[in-house]
């Protein structure tokens, strides 16, 4: 080999890099589909207040066009409220997987190692089951909110 390092050594090296940063990437990733979050670790269903503030930011939207269109002042307010009440049905309901969230990824990480620590398969298994679901909602969480800003 030479000072710097043989060629086999050097590929190697950048192979196990490429694959770390891939694996880091889908850590990461997440999204949230018709009222579940999905992400590497499995799918969760999301708080129905998700879905349900979502829905009533629509409808307030299109009561509120509707309301601009012929002039009516009053469904156009009613169109507005709607929308800021749905705006925030659906931030409580991030606030409530966030939380649980990451309770979860805590309860799942601690659990995990104790029941390993004692040997206990099933309950470690249940654990990271646990931690795979809270990450799950946290990244759905993530993922609506950068879609929001």
Do not use: P
Not at 6 to 19: L, Y
Not at 75 to 80: M, T, V, Y
Not at 89 to 101: H, I, T, V
Not at 111 to 121: L, R
Request: charged share 25%; glycine share 18%; proline share 0%.
């Amino acid at each position: 080999g030479s000072i710097t390092g043989n060629t086999a050594d050097k590929q190697q090296a950048a192979d196990k890099q490429r694959e770390a940063e891939a694996k880091d990437t889908l850590s990461h990733a997440g999204g949230s589909v018709g009222g579940f979050s999905v992400s590497s670790g499995g799918v969760a269903k999301n708080d129905s207040e998700r879905q349900g503030g979502q829905w009533d930011q629509t409808m307030g939207s299109a009561k509120e066009t509707v309301g601009n269109l012929v002039g009516a002042e009053g469904l156009k307010k009613e169109g507005r409220d709607q929308n800021a009440q749905g705006q925030a049905r659906e931030a409580q309901g991030q606030l409530n997987d966030l939380g649980s969230g990451i309770a979860d990824r805590a309860k799942g990480t601690v659990g995990g190692a104790v029941a390993g620590a004692m040997g206990n398969e099933q309950a470690q298994k249940d654990y990271q089951d646990q931690h795979d679901k809270g990450k799950t909602l946290q990244r759905g969480v993530e993922a609506d909110v950068q879609k929001q800003a």
